[in-house]
């Protein structure tokens, strides 16, 4: 595809390659295509020795995005595209045997904060210059509470109590959440360096937003989590918590729209459970953190300097001495072997060959297995 401008600076792992640039009212059209990286503790993308397969964040998108459009929940999905560059379904690609790397969305204008006298002004989101955009917040969807997840962090630094959650107190790593609050809701800055989480009412403070609008994504997101968790549970999966984004999009009718966007429910995106075993980018995370304490030592020493003194990128306060350490390539084999055999479950079909003779769900349990072989102990930062 010949594109009119590619973009990779600040995209995770994908590569948009833009075919019509948006206008200030009108969205245009991009392509994301999904590099062989990965992107862990705010620190940008790093290429490992063996490729990624992250053709299956893509194939698991575009049929995620399908199921949402069935359910009446819009997103900036357009479909996935071949080689030629031609759009297809989902569908399409799963009954053809293919994986494809690039979805086409439509694309939208990136309004982004300013970092002024050591903070953060999102200023730029009350000034409405464009009428298509993306919105400066996640919005994090939790069934349940593992010790993994960064909540506990929170609540250990005192930033965040179980009350504000609305939770009793006493309440333990895996303990079941009520069912009258699932999904907690919670919320997290897109474009700052470190992902900073937020109370709602800072949330909706940030993207100069009415109580109706604010109210109504919220709402969106509740509705797409039910629909994922359900998903997952009719395919064997337990769906921990995720994260979603969304872009502003005016309708045919010219009134505004708070859409999807990026990706939803992936291996990457989402925590994800099979039999009560992780199969999710904090896999890798851990294996990050397990061969380099110092390295990722030294991004939290980094983070908290940024933060006291007021500097917009904790990254350019690191230690360069202290270099990255790669997990094996036989972790990264494991990693590929079984996010490959989980996408054939989660799709209900063998697209990826990793096991011909065993069933869908036995592949999973056997890439478990041999993951299992790969990894090291964790240690508890």
């Known amino acids: 595809m010949k594109y009119l401008r590619t973009v990779e600076n600040d995209t995770s792992v994908k590569t948009i390659g833009v075919t019509q640039e948006p206008t200030p009212r009108k969205p245009g059209l991009a392509d994301f295509t999904y590099r062989p990286v990965f992107s862990v503790f705010d620190f940008g993308t790093i290429t490992p020795d063996v490729s990624l397969d992250n053709t299956t964040v893509c194939l698991m998108a575009g049929f995620n995005f399908e199921l949402l459009r069935e359910a009446g929940i819009e997103s900036h999905y357009q479909g996935l595209v071949n080689e030629k560059g031609q759009l297809l379904t989902a569908n399409t690609a799963i009954g053809s045997q293919y994986a494809p790397r690039t979805m086409r969305v439509r694309f939208v204008n990136r309004v982004k904060p300013e970092f002024v006298n050591g903070k953060w002004n999102y200023g730029n989101f009350a000034a409405r210059t464009v009428t298509n955009y993306v919105q400066p917040i996640e919005f994090i969807s939790r069934n349940s509470l593992p010790a993994s997840s960064s909540v506990w962090k929170r609540v250990r630094k005192g930033e965040i109590t179980l009350q504000d959650l609305g939770l009793p107190e006493g309440f333990k790593p895996g303990d079941e959440i009520p069912e009258a609050l699932r999904p907690l809701l919670d919320y997290s800055t897109k474009f700052e360096p470190e992902d900073r989480y937020l109370k709602p009412e800072e949330a909706q403070a940030l993207m100069y937003l009415s109580t109706e609008r604010f109210n109504g994504i919220n709402e969106t997101t509740r509705k797409a989590s039910k629909v994922m968790t359900d998903y997952a549970r009719s395919r064997g999966f ?29 291996w990457h995106e989402d925590r994800l459970t099979w039999k009560g ?81 065993d069933s869908l769900e036995d592949a999973v349990d056997q890439a478990l297995e041999l993951l299992k072989k790969t990894q090291t102990p964790i240690v508890d930062y």
């Open 238 to 266: 337990a769906r921990e918590d995720g994260k979603v984004e969304y872009v502003v999009i005016l309708d045919k009718d010219d009134q505004v729209q708070d859409v999807l966007g990026d990706v939803v429910c992936t």
């Open 277 to 357: 075993l992780a199969i999710s980018k904090q896999l890798i995370r851990d294996e990050v953190k397990r061969v380099n304490p110092q390295w990722y030592g030294e991004i939290e020493r980094a983070k908290k300097q940024a933060k006291e003194e007021g500097h917009s990128d904790f990254r350019k306060l690191m230690d360069p001495s202290i270099e990255y350490v790669s997990p094996s390539d036989a972790f990264f084999s494991a990693i590929n072997y079984l996010f490959e055999a989980a996408t054939n479950q989660w799709v209900g079909s063998r697209v990826y060959h990793t096991s011909m003779r």
